[in-house]
């Protein structure tokens, strides 16, 4: 039973990575149609940005993570304007080949600053904390915090203000939404700055779990993806769902069937999932 | 006197004149980029550095020329089809006839695959795959010793250790660490021991907590992580987070400076290392100690402890060429290359065969040593047991 608890505990943290990755990829998708293959590079940058200021700049953590968000936030704004506002009407092949082109532009430009070596966020957060028999280091307590924290804002954001009722019609019926006087223009910019923020978020989580090196971003947007699938397209409560049902299945197959097979294994479920709900988990049929 | 003068003035610029101080080049194919670089990086820097100072020691002498050496290096990425196509432009395009480095298995054993037809010869590094120099290639040598000739030695010492139960913890489906925990097993099994588990990861991983959480379940008596540098660091730095307090036991070759990026020291502390007797400041030789400073001055950084492998690639072409006499007979410099005995520049302590660096096969052999993490530096504790005349005589029987 503590064997399970603890797998549990282990794939919740790489679930709540999974769920940040997933939630831009989904709220990106759900509004704009765009799959935004270059959201795992963009985390990348984010983690990268974190670990510079952290030790080049000397700055503390929580300031660095501050200014990487407010950059994530712009870089969000320019992805937008400069790379997918010009081909929102063309033929969605466009979208797709400058997603696929702005990714190999990110990548290239993450090696060009921050060089090829791995390098992982330094933390104060030592201690491990031994709840009868289940051990929690404390970071990854933090970082299971931090996601559960994220998506509360982001649920809130989305359901309770303005601006999230506006991004949801949007989402609903961009024409009924332009009659109703939402500005169709502005809405993009919000959803990729959210995005591309919370994407950071994710980045700083993995380079200070794990680490951050070129290729990492890659492997992180193919499971937001899956993650994206497997809780239904668009579905904010679907990649939440979807994000831990991947970390956690990761964990357990890895621990109880085989070590060599964890990723099929969790794509097997996924596909089983989906051969049951084709919609995804929490998707609408 | 006037004369005598002229003449020796004519003399001297006629010698001049013939013994022409010339440029050789030499290429290095190693992982510079990615999850290898860890070990083809300061492999192909100990290239640059040893030609650095051959030239600075008036370079290579074949009869009255003097030769310069001048290092053209790609990266191969470990990658086999990046390595083949680094190779191809170094011969084909670069006209290069002398190619060092080679990091990595996958990579190394696709150019071995085609570089006996070629008018080249191949020195490789730190690769550790036996099959590399099992298949009588003459224009091949490698430095490094075949991965289960350490992993031999490493089960004979944990044995000894009196571990009975121990897990394993590695990237199983590369080739030669698969063969080093085999070896390792052989002999743990001679002694009554067992592995109950054999756990895999790979090279992209960095959460092994799944894995090291089933381990502690089985409650084995040691741990032995078997891996890149990198995801080994993980392993010990999580091994402790979930509370294993076992003996851990590896085979990584990582330097402390690639461990303290991920792991404290205090995770780190009483962390064995079961390798060739690889470079480390603190058991390193007056050859290792000058080659650590020099390098740390160039790169500013410290050098992994596989570095060397390069290194001493370095002198050993230098000495079969001079004792060949020549750089356009490949075969020749071949031929040179498995009658050489050590040279004395280098930096790993070889355990010459006959004599000579390298045995019938093109394999050097180089003793095995157990190494310790304690207070933040690897220790050499002890030599572990390393019969290379015996190894040699084995690694002749395979096909």
């Known amino acids: 039973m503590i064997e399970i608890l603890q797998q549990i505990i282990n794939g919740m943290a790489i679930g709540g990575v999974y769920v940040l990755i997933a939630l831009g990829l989904t709220t990106v998708f759900g509004i704009l149609g765009i799959a935004h293959f270059a959201h795992g590079s963009v985390s990348m940058f984010g983690g990268y940005l974190t670990f510079f200021l952290v030790v080049m700049w000397g700055l503390p953590l929580a300031l660095a993570i501050l200014i990487a968000l407010v950059v994530g936030f ?69 970082v299971i915090l931090a996601a559960a924290l994220l998506i509360a804002a982001m649920t809130i954001f989305v359901e309770k203000t303005k601006t999230g ?80 049902v991947l970390g956690i299945t990761e964990a357990l197959a890895a621990g109880f069937i085989s070590s060599a097979y964890k990723d099929v294994i969790a794509f097997v479920a996924m596909i089983l999932v989906l051969l049951v709900r084709p919609q995804g988990l929490m998707g609408k049929a | 006197m006037k004369l ?85 432009k170094l011969i084909d395009r670069d006209g290069v006839k002398y190619i060092l480095g080679f990091c990595c298995s996958g990579a190394t054993g696709a150019v071995a695959s085609f570089i006996e037809n ?16 099992t298949r009588e290639i003459p224009n091949l040598v490698r430095t490094r010793p075949p991965a289960d000739y350490t992993g031999a030695a490493a089960g004979t010492f944990v044995a000894q250790k009196g571990h009975k139960k121990v897990a394993v913890l590695g990237a199983l489906d590369i080739g030669f660490y698969a063969s080093y925990v085999d070896a390792f097993e052989k002999e743990l099994e001679k002694a009554g021991g067992e592995i109950v588990t054999r756990e895999s990861f790979g090279l992209k991983d960095r959460d ?84 650590h400073a020099n390098y740390s001055e160039k790169y500013g950084i410290a050098p992994s402890p596989s570095s060397p492998y390069a290194y001493d690639q370095t002198y050993a072409l230098k ?23 050590v040279p004395d520049e280098v930096v790993m302590q070889y355990l010459p065969v006959d004599g000579k660096m390298f045995d019938v096969n093109g394999q050097a052999y180089t003793s095995n040593g157990a190494f310790q ?8 504790v002890q030599d572990l047991p390393s019969d290379a005349a015996a190894y040699s005589a084995f690694l002749s029987t395979i096909d």
């Open chain 1, 74 to 142: 712009l870089l969000g704004v320019l992805i937008e304007l400069l790379a997918y506002r010009p081909v929102r009407n063309a033929n969605h092949i466009n979208a797709f080949i400058v997603a696929l082109g702005l990714t190999m532009m990110v990548e290239g430009l993450n090696l060009e600053f921050f060089g090829h070596e791995q390098v992982v966020i330094p933390t104060d957060f030592s201690r491990v904390f031994n709840i009868g028999g289940v051990t929690i280091p404390e970071l990854r307590l933090y």
């Open chain 2, 319 to 341: 000495d079969a060429i001079e004792a060949a006499g020549t750089v356009d007979d490949t075969e020749a410099v071949a031929a040179a290359l498995r009658e050489l005995p």
């Open chain 2, 118 to 133: 070629e008018d080249a010869v191949m020195l490789v590094g730190n690769a550790a795959e036996r099959s590399i120099t």
């Open chain 2, 208 to 291: 092994m907590t799944p894995q090291l959480t089933k381990i502690r379940e089985l409650g084995p008596d040691a741990i032995l992580v078997v891996g890149y540098v990198e995801p080994a660091a993980f392993i010990y730095r999580q091994a402790v987070e979930l509370g294993i307090d076992v003996p851990r036991f590896g085979f990584t070759s990582g330097s402390e400076e690639q461990f303290l990026r991920v792991a404290t020291s205090e995770q780190m502390e009483g962390v064995w290392d079961l390798r060739p007797t690889e470079l480390t400041l603190l058991s390193a030789s007056d050859n290792g100690i000058a080659y």
């Open chain 1, 165 to 244: 009722q506006a991004i949801r019609a949007v989402a609903e019926n961009r024409d009924a939404a332009i009659l109703m006087g939402v500005n169709v223009n502005t809405i993009p910019l919000v959803v990729f700055s959210i995005s591309t923020a919370l994407g950071v978020c994710a980045g700083v989580m993995v380079g200070a779990l794990f680490a951050i090196a070129p290729g990492i971003g890659e492997g992180l947007v193919v499971k937001g993806f899956a993650v994206l699938i497997l809780g239904g397209l668009g579905s904010i409560p679907g990649a939440v769902v979807g994000g831990l």
């Open chain 2, 4 to 88: 005598t003068t002229l003449t020796a003035a004519l003399a001297l610029a006629g010698t001049t004149a013939l013994a022409a101080e010339k440029t050789l080049d030499i290429g290095v194919s190693d992982a510079l980029t990615g999850g290898a670089a860890v070990y083809g990086l300061p492999q192909a820097n100990a290239v640059k550095m040893a030609a650095e100072e051959i030239n600075a020691a008036g370079g290579i002498k074949v009869g009255d020329d003097t030769y310069m050496l001048n290092v053209i290096a790609y990266d191969d990425k470990a990658n086999p089809t990046e390595a083949s196509n680094s190779v191809r």
């Open chain 2, 373 to 380: 993490w304690q207070g933040g530096n690897w220790v050499f």
